[in-house]
């Protein structure tokens, strides 16, 4: 079995030829819709969160120093 997501929502006439054209070819083909919650699925993990933990820096200073601006 293969799965193919559309990660955009299309509207029904175009999923509709989307089946026609996959059973044109002999693949048996059906459509799932999976509803999704953005917000639910949004990690709240930053990668970078717990690397300056013990400095007494903030982001807009970090900021700052990687772009070697004076403001």
Do not use: P, Y
């Not at 059906?30 to 990690?43: H, L, N, Y």
């Not at 990668?47 to 820096?57: Q, R, V």
Request: no cysteine.
């Amino acid at each position: 079995m293969i799965e193919i997501i559309l990660k955009t929502n299309i509207n029904q006439h175009k999923k509709e030829t989307l089946i026609q054209l996959l059973k044109s070819w002999n693949v048996e083909a059906e459509v799932k819709e999976i509803k999704v919650d953005r917000k639910a699925t949004a990690s709240k993990f930053s990668l970078a969160k717990g690397i300056w933990k013990d400095f007494d820096i903030d982001a807009n200073q970090l900021r700052k120093q990687a772009w070697k601006t004076n403001q």
